[in-house]
């Protein structure tokens, strides 16, 4: 482990708030089980917990605050200077920040949503489920990393993202799922489980393609951004 | 023991001798800058990117219904339905606007400097909840004071324009309940940090994990609990409050999926009073123990 990622992980878990990440997940698993429990219908409390909740709310808000969290926290106090003056290439700086955040999203968030498909279908969904969220926890991290290089608002860039383009446009204009990370999850996981729990108009080849598109994409725009970062003061 | 031989010079320091403005003004003060805060005025053009994104969306999309409307002759959403079709928008308003109202000054830690002023403790609280009230409620109003004016227009006398501001003013009070009761939980999340990026995080958090209860609630077994669903979340109980006070202006389509609210009108408006009180109380209490600090 890199001293790079030692250094993200310790600003990430040597928080408190960051205990502020739990209830998401914690919620996720109580409303499976709690209908599981009372014996409704999978049909009918599948999709609002593991689309509505998991893959639309969980998924994208753990990433947004972690991936965030990673570069633009310290970008956000100054001390991301210590580590942009020391002799390492970029790529050794972005990459290992990178990786803890999609991992510690991907923990965060598959194990969930593998519980909430087990106790909704069968194993094969909640693995299905776990997978997707893991390529999907890659592509939000990456996509929202490259956000905090690229604004002093990130947060609230993403929220823009989160909210308005794949909450709001994509219900609305079906085209523009197209270009949503959650629809790409979507159609993963229904292509590795094969139910009537998920459903979306994205084809798997798409959703893989675009995929792999956002994650190299924007990872090396990070990559690019960071190599002519200018450190500048609070702005208004 | 010697005289003291120093020597006070008088360079010229003076006494303030004009009016001392009270309570009232530091209030009124604090809650016109709230106001303008919320908006990104008197700022930065980079403060009013989000906030004025958000406002040119609502407007457009009141345009847009406007527009429809006229062409079709007939009203495709009512007032009330309006602020219903936006939520999404006012909860992403709430990230922004809150944490520049409470946020900022937490982390700048320039609270001290509030409270050396004639100002109670629970006054700087109100006075941001206020700001962010209104900043909402203009939010929401000036998008169907547009409706109204594009249907007052193309209506057909006196009488059909009485009757459209007839059903505005039920959507405008409809915009009033939203905005206290968004802003009160909103400004309450955000005074715990006081990081801007958290707070905002935190926010959306909030509002958009406790939809998928109501979800969940509404496909029990019980009976009972679908039709107390709605309290579990601030948008559908700000709806189930409108639906029982003002049920036609909401369920404009008698056969389409509605919210079955069964008995328990009464105890929706009760729900959101216990919440908004709570908010509030918590609020003060938090600004008790931070002004202590």
């Known amino acids: 482990m890199s001293t790079v990622s030692w250094i993200t992980v310790r600003g990430l878990f040597g928080r408190r708030r960051f205990l502020l ?47 965030t969290g990673v570069l633009g926290a310290e970008i956000d106090d100054g001390t991301v200077v210590h580590v942009l003056t020391t002799p390492l290439p970029r790529w050794q700086i972005v990459l290992p920040k990178l990786a803890v955040a999609a991992g510690v999203t991907a923990v965060s968030v598959a194990v969930p949503l593998f519980a909430a498909g087990l106790l909704a279908d069968s194993v094969r969904l909640g693995v299905a489920l776990a997978v997707a969220a893991t390529i999907g926890a890659l592509a939000y991290t990456a996509l929202f990393v490259a956000a905090s290089l690229l604004t002093r608002r990130p947060v609230l860039l993403g929220l823009v993202y989160v909210l308005i383009w794949e909450g709001l446009l994509s219900n609305v204009v079906s085209g523009t799922r197209v270009l949503s990370i959650q629809h790409y999850v979507i159609a993963l996981a229904d292509r590795l489980a094969p139910t009537n729990l998920l459903g979306t108009t994205v084809s798997v080849s798409v959703a893989m393609a675009m995929t792999t598109l956002v994650i190299v994409a924007t990872t090396l725009l990070s990559i690019d951004r960071l190599r002519s970062f200018s450190v500048a003061g609070e702005t208004s | 023991m010697s005289e003291p031989t120093g020597v006070i010079h008088d360079i010229g320091y003076q006494r ?58 007939e009203q495709i959403i009512t007032y009330a339905q309006f602020a219903d079709a936006m939520s999404w928008l006012v909860i992403f308003f709430v990230a922004v606007a809150a944490p520049e109202l409470v946020s900022r000054d937490l982390r700048s830690g320039v609270l001290p400097l509030y409270f050396s002023r004639p100002l109670p403790h629970a006054d700087y609280p109100l006075a941001k909840l206020l700001a962010l009230v209104t900043a909402l409620f203009l939010l929401l109003g000036a998008p169907q004071l547009l409706m109204f004016l594009g249907a007052a227009f193309s209506a057909a006398g006196m009488g059909a324009v009485w ?34 990026a958290f707070a905002a995080g935190g926010i959306v958090a909030v509002f958009l994990m406790t939809t998928p209860i109501v979800g969940i609630l509404s496909v029990l077994p019980s009976h009972t609990a679908n ?16 639906i029982w006070t003002m049920h036609d202006l909401l369920i404009t389509d008698p056969d389409g999926p509605g919210v079955d609210l069964g008995p328990f009108g009464p105890l929706y408006a009760l729900a959101a009073v216990a919440l908004v009180a709570g908010c509030v109380a918590l609020l003060l209490a938090r600004y008790e123990k931070v002004a202590a600090r």
């Open chain 1, 21 to 67: 990440l739990l209830p998401l997940p914690v919620l996720l698993v109580g409303l499976a089980v709690l209908s599981r429990g009372l014996g409704v219908d999978p049909t009918d409390w599948g999709p609002p917990v593991l689309v509505g909740l998991g893959l639309a709310v969980v998924l994208p808000v753990v990433a947004l605050i972690v991936g």
């Open chain 2, 16 to 73: 303030y001798t004009g009016p001392r403005l009270g309570r009232g003004h530091v209030f009124g003060a604090l809650y016109l800058h709230g106001v303008r805060t919320a908006f990104g005025l008197g700022r930065s053009a980079k403060a009013k990117i989000f906030p004025w994104l958000v406002v040119g969306i609502v407007l457009m999309v009141a345009a847009s219904v406007t527009a429809i409307s006229s062409q079709l002759g």
């Open chain 2, 163 to 196: 009757d459209e501001l007839l059903d505005l003013l039920p959507g405008l009070l409809y915009a009033g309940l939203w905005a206290v009761v968004f802003a009160s939980v909103g400004l309450l999340i955000a005074s715990f940090t006081g990081k801007r």
């Open chain 2, 227 to 242: 039709q107390l669903s709605g309290i579990a979340s601030p948008p559908t109980l700000v709806q189930g409050v409108g």
